[in-house]
């Protein structure tokens, strides 16, 4: 299992959380995302995967959700 925290910029509220989470428990191998919300500013988003995750995918599934990798 490995884990990973991006910074994720553009969150405001729960929904945020819900739609960021959404989009990166999509991808293969992703077992939980946590979501430390800094709302208007940049939070922290630890993700837990079965293995490395490719960081463009990663990027795309943020940017899918609205949102920008820091």
């Given at each position: 299992m490995t884990t990973h925290t991006y910074r994720v910029t553009g969150m405001t509220c729960e929904h945020c959380v819900q739609a960021v989470t959404e989009e990166l428990t999509a991808l293969d191998g992703v077992t939980s995302v946590t979501i430390d919300l800094a709302?208007?500013?940049?939070s922290d988003v630890t993700v837990h995967s079965s293995a490395p995750l490719d960081p463009a995918d990663v990027a795309e599934a943020v940017d899918e959700a609205g949102y920008v990798l820091a």
């Open positions: 709302a208007g500013g940049t």
